[in-house]
């Protein structure tokens, strides 16, 4: 079974635009959370969707934004960028959303730089 | 506000030791938890889960759960250099709650 697969892998972007990340979950899942990961800050939670629903937010600002559509896949995106937006973005997935089968399974990650 | 604590690092520990790993949560009423280890560069993978209900043994890793005292441990036991990664601790407090990570600790196996 094919893992949870994240695109594009690396990313250049300069201050003020715009950018668009994509997540495929596991076959069958359903569940798709959203996590921000410096060397400061570790991993931070940005949202989860769950069914096209977004469950949980975390405490991000509004330029942060996502969805997820129909077959489970996930977007989310980034306006206006800040050098500060420079991570590591991690995208899981798991067969439910929350309770004890919430096992969730990383993909790659998307590197973001800032310039 | 739900907290999940790893204890401070970073860890060393020589080849063939046992590597002993803590985390700390606020929520009592959390029901699973998860082990991630994370190599650098490289994204979590789970190495380990267990349910509030006992503890877990998996090869050389052991997963425990003190629910009076709130903590889970993982338990690295004949320790290798290979295992020289960051240790992520998650906890899931239940249904409609999200998954919270503590900071994770990185571990040092030393040959």
């Known amino acids: 079974k094919a893992g949870v697969t994240q695109t594009p892998r690396y990313l250049i972007k300069t201050r003020g635009q715009q950018v668009t990340l994509s997540c495929s979950p596991i076959s069958g899942h359903r569940s798709v959370s959203w996590y921000q990961q410096t060397p400061g800050q570790g991993l931070q939670f940005l949202f989860e969707y769950f069914s096209e629903t977004q469950r949980n937010k975390g405490n991000f600002p509004g330029r942060f934004s996502g969805r997820q559509f129909s077959n489970s896949r996930s977007e989310m995106n980034v306006s206006t960028l800040e050098l500060g937006d420079s991570a590591l973005y991690l995208c899981?997935?798991?067969?439910?959303?929350?309770?004890?089968?919430?096992?969730?399974?990383f993909g790659p990650g998307t590197r973001l730089t800032v310039l | 506000q739900k907290e999940v604590e790893q204890n401070s690092g970073p860890l060393s520990v020589p080849e063939g030791a046992i590597a002993s790993l803590n985390c700390t949560y606020s929520?009592?009423?959390?029901?699973?938890f998860f082990w991630y280890r994370q190599y650098s560069g490289k994204s979590p993978e789970l190495i380990m889960f267990i349910y509030s209900n006992g503890d877990k043994e998996d090869g050389r890793f052991t997963a425990q759960l003190n629910k009076a005292s709130q903590y889970v441990s993982l338990l690295i036991r004949d320790s290798q250099p290979s295992d020289s990664a960051t240790y992520l601790c998650?906890?899931?407090?239940?249904?409609?709650?999200?998954?919270?990570f503590g900071k994770g600790i990185t571990l040092s196996v030393r040959p």
């Open positions: 998650a906890v899931n407090a239940g249904a409609n709650s999200k998954l919270t």
């Open positions: 929520d009592r009423g959390s029901q699973s």
């Open positions: 899981a997935s798991s067969r439910v959303a929350g309770g004890p089968g919430d096992t969730q399974y």
